[in-house]
Every structure is written in structure tokens, then in C-alpha cells.
């Protein structure tokens, strides 16, 4: 029998509820985490939203999102710092250790760090398209916010992104890169998000998530399928577990093999899946969890 | 001034000219290169493209393409080694020692073998969503393939393709894992492919490139621009090189590091240019290749 201690509904997943409607239909659903972010924060103010987790009894497994850290003009640079600092800060204040860091494209294409995925608008700032040196810079920065982190308790949780968007979203595009980028900080500071939607497709897959949990990296695993045809809007091709190309047998055995029993993240992006009832999203989630990704898992509490 | 004599036209880059069209096109500006898709060998049949081509005193740089090798049942398998073997003798009589190679996607989510890029229609078939073994019986079909090659003096030239496609055309998706795949062969039997396209956001490009050189296994430098947003159909997001986010000079210096002086094929995929008349597009590629490739490779013929 199913348990669903370890699944987490990223309110992305249903993207049209509001920060109340999103705790209350999770919380409906018998679940015990939600994962939130930052607009639907805003959207009522960090102390009200702060109120409202509290009262729910749910348990916020990460914020999303901070990072955007590829700007090449001091400007750009300070405001992502800032930026990045007040999220950790809201991450702290609602109650969860993981802030979700989508580290920013090429200065020529990146989106703007505000920008809602789904929603958002592509900026054009000066900068080039040299990648080597804007993933430099996404070093340089994360350097300059781990002390910020520790001394707040929170950790930056890198998440790689599919290729397809390493100009216009984050020019961290593998989970070995994302290793890479960790190694130097401590792992408390630093983690790294296994989101298969992104990673998927990595012909070093298996041993990369191997080294991620032998190095104490995974912060969080977030599942859902990347679907074909991809979408005219390619971030919205993510779909329910099933409906793609994904092979979660696989991947979820990869992570039960490191030993990984934490939160098991839904976030998906999709304009199909937006337009249903939140109750019945949910309750397909968790279906397909129950069938899908579960089975695989290391530890199922029974 | 600029030299053309390293630069190929593949007959992608003008889709809808007739193989007598491409040739007349690509000789009337000057070029002494050309790149062959199989259909439009097919279209005139091979002994008359033979002609044509020696007629037009043109060299054909490489033929696209072989492979979809992951074919899980026997008569796909054998189906897929016999179309391999008649493109490897196609090569052959059109005097080219290089059979592109696109490895085929999962069995569930393939395109046909026999699909032209921008016009072809997914098959489903039996065979389901593990990469690790579709990866494994392209490994295993390639080593079916390699006597027959070396046989005939041709050399099957390994396409790593973004990752985005790694489930509908190619689960060959790092130039990395192509030189793993080519490892156990030949250098005359197997080759890579570096095409910006699918390899411009690898974080380890430079020391992968690097090792294909060491290995020599380059056998063609391809290049075209990825275009910001993804065109609906992912494929065709291929652009001049200057419109999309690709660095030319960065990945053309690393290639030229490595020694390559070989022929510099430029093969676009997008619908804009295909619209315009075929010696506008040559003029364009000549005008984008003088300006920001030529200048970074290490031999420019004066």
C-alpha cells in the first residue's frame, strides 16, 4: 500500500492556485510537504505566508528560487546577490533548509531573475555568449553567498538544467558540472537538486548520481517526465510521471542506491495540467508516484 | 581575404533544391565542397548522382545519413545493419570516406530510419524507455558495422545530437560518450562529428574536443547556430551562424587546437532559410563563415 510521507507538491504543479488554495487542496490530498515558490510568497507577503504554512502543518521542502548569477556588470552582480540573500532569508523563515538555485543563461539571452516560468520575459543585457566564462561567474557568486548560507542554516541547492536551456536559463547543464561547482564549499552550503526532467538523457547518469550521494549532495529528488512533442514553450514539456520519455525504474533505483530517503518533489510545468482542477492534479500525481516512482525508491515507509 | 576552400554546403542548408540544383548552386559560388543527404541521392538514383557529381567536379565532403541502431527486435535490427551497408556502398560510389551517423532514439519513441529531417513522422514500436540499453545495442550494431566498413574504406562518422533529442533521434548525446562508443574501433572505421549545434552547451567541450583530436577521431567540423526560441519543431531551430547563442570563436579555437584542417560542412535546418532562393543562402553562409568561423581555425588557406 501506497504511503505519500515522502511526496511533495511543488505548487508550480498547479501553477493558478493561490498560496492558500495551494496549502489547502495539499493538505486535502493527505499530504505532509509542499514546495513553494516565491511568487505565490509575494503574493500574500512573506509574514502572512509564513502564517499560513504554520497554520496548515505542512512542511515546506524547498523554496524556488534564488540564483541568476551570470551578470557581467557589477550592477547586475550586486542585485543578484541581494536578491539571492533575501531568498535565503524567506527560505528560513518558512521553515525549510532548501532554497532551489537556477543559476542564469548568457547575458545576451538569459530570462530576468523575477521572471515566472511559464510567464516570463527574456531581457537582453550585455555580455556575450561566451559560456566558460559566464559559468565562472555563476562560481564566483555562489563563493560569495556560502557564507550567508551557513550563517542562516539554508542550503543553496544547484540545480542543473537541460541543455536546451543553457543560454536562456542556466548555463549549469549537467549534474557532474553541478558536483563540480559544490566540491569547493561544505555540504551544508551546498547541494545539488537530481530533477529528472533535466537529467534524464546524461549517459553518465547512474555514476554521477552515485558520486552526488557519496558526496552528501542530494538535497532533493523532483521527478516528473519530459514529454514529445517538445512544447512551443520548451520549459512547458514537462508532464505527469508516465505520460514521456522518462525512465523512472531506472533513475529512482539510481537514487535509492545512495541511500537517498528524502522528499520526493512534483513539479510540473505544463498548460494542460493547469488548466484542471487542483484536487484532481493532485490526485493523478499521486497516482502515478504510487505506480511509477515509489516502487523504486530505497525506503518505503509502510 | 577569405578562402572557401575548406567550406561545404550540405544540401539540408537548401532543402528544397533537386540534387542538380544544389550542385549548380553550390559550384556557382565558388565552393569545391558539397554534403549529401540520401534522398537526394535517391531522388535521380545513385548511378546518375554519381555522374552528376563527377560532372560538376564538386567533392562530396560527407553523406547523411546511417544509423538507427537501437532497434530492440531482430528484423529491425537486421533491417537497420542491411540500410547501413547500403548507405556505406552509396558513400563509396560518391566518392566520399564519411557516412554520417544519427544512432536512432528509444524504441517507443524513434523517428522512422528512413525520415528526412523537417519532414519525417514518428513510428512507434516496440522496446520501452531504457537508455542504457538502446545505448548498448547501438554499441552492439556498430560493432556488426565496422569490418563491412573498413571493407569498403569508408568511415562511420559517430553524431553526438543535443540532448534534447535524446529520446526521438539519437541517444548518442555528448561527443564524450561518441569517443567511449568509437573506442574499441579503428580510427579509419569510426569517427565523431562535431556539429555546434548539438554540442555547444557541453560543459566539458573544450577537453572533449581535445581528446577527439588526441584520439583522431574528428572527421568533420560542422556548423550552424542554435536560434533562441526553440522553433516548435526542435529541429529546425538550426540557424545561420551570428543568429542564435552559439560561440564560433571559442569552440572553432579548440577544434583548431586539436590540428583539424579539414573540411568546415555547414548544415541548417530552418524554414526561414529554406524559403530563399539557394544562392541567397550560399552567399549568407559564406558571408557568416568568412566573418566568424574562418578567422579561429587554425589553417586558413591564403
Redesign the interface.
Known sequence: MSNFDKLSINTATIKRASLAEALAATKAAGLSHIGLWRDKVAEVGLEAAVKMVKASGLQVSSLCRGGFLTAADEAGQAAALADNKAAILEAKALGTTEIIMVVGG?P??SVSPGAVDGGGA?VAVAG?????LA?QRVADRLAELVPFALEHGVRLVLEPL???F???RAVL??L??ALDLAAPHPVEAVGVVVDTFHV????SL?EVIARAGAEGRIASYQVCD?N???A???LLSRGFMGDG???FA?IGAWVAETGYDGVVEVEIFNEDIWAQPFADVIDTVKDRYAELVEPYLAVVSV
Open positions: 548568457l545576451d539571452f527574456a556575450g555568449k561566451d559560456l566558460v559559468r537541460h541543455p536546451m543553457a543560454a536562456d547543464s549537467t557532474g558540472q534524464w538523457w546524461d549517459p547512474r519530459f514529445l512533442p517538445i512551443s514553450d520548451a520519455v522518462v525512465d531506472s
